[in-house]
């Protein structure tokens, strides 16, 4: 399974846009890229998902460059509730795949 | 709405005792979790089973076991429990991704074990 790298921890404040990066050097070919959310006390939510190029949903964006050896997680504008900590999965698509979680990247958002 | 059910959001047990955490999911997913959190190290994978009676260990399987008897449950089990098995203890199920269907794990509330 690819190991990936986050930073520890961002801070931002409301309005701003975050980009949280995430490297995976050695994603395979069949790896899909999936970042969770999650609040204090509570389990990981699903944000987004993707392979190549540039995804966007009603809530995040993920942009992956062409050689996939990284991809980032922009939150437009966010606000105090965007608080949490992020985390973000390589494995392959298909059944057998562990879901394994680093250490996540914790955002907090200021006033 | 999926549905990923514990069967206890705190429990406390004694060392030495043999605890059941149960798990059950509604939507018919092959995937399913046990993870343990821990203040500052996110996420450890226990056990991912992918299929009734088909178990995989994870990153931390010393000290458990876990059960699939039936496609719907999966149960974690703490043979004798010791204080370092204190933690939030979360459940997850996940699908076989496929046409029209992304691969994405859902959660449980958690079960806050306390071993004293």
């Known amino acids: 399974l690819a190991k990936t790298t986050q930073p520890i921890s961002m801070d931002s404040y409301e309005g701003q846009e975050v980009n949280i990066t995430c490297s995976h050097n050695?994603?395979?070919?069949?790896?899909?890229i999936t970042w969770y959310q999650q609040f204090p006390s509570q389990g990981p939510r699903f944000i987004i998902q993707?392979?190549?190029t540039k995804v966007t949903n009603e809530v995040a964006s993920l942009f992956i460059p062409a050689d996939r050896k990284s991809s980032t997680l922009s939150l437009p504008r966010v606000s105090l509730s965007d608080t949490a900590v992020y985390y973000c999965?390589?494995?392959?698509?298909?059944?057998?795949?562990?879901?394994?979680f680093g250490a996540g990247t914790r955002l907090a958002v200021h006033p | 709405d999926v549905k990923v059910t514990q069967s206890s959001r705190y429990l406390v047990k004694r060392t030495g005792e043999k605890v059941f955490l149960e798990c059950v999911q509604d939507m018919d997913h092959e995937n399913m979790f046990w993870y343990r959190q821990d203040p500052g190290l996110g996420l450890r994978l226990i056990y991912f089973?992918?299929?009734?009676?088909?178990?995989e260990k994870g990153d931390i399987p010393e000290g458990y076991s876990v059960s699939r008897e039936k496609k719907e449950r999966f149960s974690l089990i703490l043979e004798s429990a010791s204080t370092n098995q204190t933690s939030m203890y979360l459940c997850a199920s996940s699908p076989v991704p496929g046409q029209g269907t992304r691969a994405e794990a859902f959660f449980g509330q958690g079960t806050r074990l306390t071993v004293v």
């Open positions: 089973s992918y299929d009734v009676k088909m178990k």
């Open positions: 050695n994603i395979a070919t069949n790896d899909y």
């Open positions: 993707g392979y190549k």
């Open positions: 999965l390589v494995g392959p698509w298909g059944g057998y795949n562990k879901l394994i």
